[in-house]
Nanobody
Framework: QVQLVESGGGLVQPGGSLRLSCAAS????????MGWYRQAPGKGRELVAV???????NYADSVKGRFTISRDNAKNTVYLQMNSLKPEDTAVYFC???????????????WGQGTQVTVSS
């Protein structure tokens, strides 16, 4: 089984910064895509940023220029550096990973439990 454990959420004032981390553990052969999603109260889950194993990144328009996704493949960990935070960034942030458990097997999608980010003065 694979587990994703997030950390780094909290309360921050508008204009502030937070760094989220997500570590994957378990019977992992490889991880292709890792990403962050978020869900605000009363809204659906939306993509924030994803990063491929080779380093290519994709961001939601709403966070471009403010958020940076990175990963440490040796540690199976993905990070989200969030700068210039706005009240509308308030949400539960979820980590996601597409994991292969063996070389010739399929990819499975796993989710973390979520971490709350609140941007408020």
């Amino acid at each position: 089984q694979v587990q994703l454990v997030e950390s780094g959420g909290g309360l921050v004032q508008p204009g502030g910064s937070l760094r989220l981390s997500c570590a994957a553990s378990g019977s992992i052969f490889s991880i292709n895509v890792m990403g962050w999603y978020r869900q605000a109260p009363g809204k659906g889950r939306e993509l924030v940023a994803v990063i491929i194993s080779g380093g290519s990144q994709n961001y939601a328009d709403s966070v471009k220029g403010r958020f940076t996704i990175s990963r440490d493949n040796a540690k199976n960990t993905v990070y989200l550096q969030m700068n210039s935070l706005k009240p509308e960034d308030t949400a539960v942030y979820f980590c996601n990973a597409n994991v292969k458990l063996r070389l010739d097997g399929p990819q499975y999608k796993y989710w973390g439990q979520g971490t709350q980010v609140t941007v408020s003065s």
